[in-house]
């Protein structure tokens, strides 16, 4: 079993910035890929980020380079690193692990049905 705890959510302003962080805990695995996740009010949850146990990463297309997703081994730590925040990205940020997704693609990287382990959520609010 894997637990995950994010943190790092709140409040800004547009054009701020906010450091997400997941930490992972329980089972290990050699191979793993790591998802961050949005949900907007009424939307469908969606794939933002994700990286894999050999720090490839993937990036959905309205990221437009304005987040980075990272890991710290050490800490059983993923990261999501979100600068130049806009009001469009409100939502509620979940963190997801997947053992050994093969193959490590966009399609199965970036879809939530794809990982069996969820956290809690962690919400971020940006206001213009």
């Known amino acids: 079993q894997v637990t995950l705890v994010e943190s790092g959510g709140g409040s800004v302003q547009a054009g701020g910035s906010l450091r997400l962080s997941c930490a992972a805990s329980?089972?290990?695995?050699?191979?793993?890929?790591m998802g961050w996740f949005r949900q907007a009010p009424g939307k469908e949850r969606e794939g933002v980020a994700a990286?894999?146990?050999?720090?490839?990463?993937i990036y959905a297309d309205f990221v437009e380079g304005r987040f980075t997703i990272s890991k710290d081994n050490a800490k059983n730590t993923v990261y999501l690193q979100m600068d130049s925040l806009r009001p469009d990205v409100t939502a509620l940020y979940y963190c997801?692990?997947?053992?050994?997704?093969?193959?490590?693609?966009?399609?199965?990287?970036?879809?939530?049905?794809?990982?069996?382990?969820w956290g809690q959520g962690t919400r971020v609010t940006v206001s213009s």
């Open positions: 997801a692990a997947e053992p050994h997704m093969s193959p490590y693609s966009r399609d199965y990287a970036l879809n939530p049905d794809e990982y069996t382990h």
């Open positions: 329980g089972a290990t695995y050699p191979s793993y890929c």
């Open positions: 990286i894999d146990s050999d720090d490839n990463t």
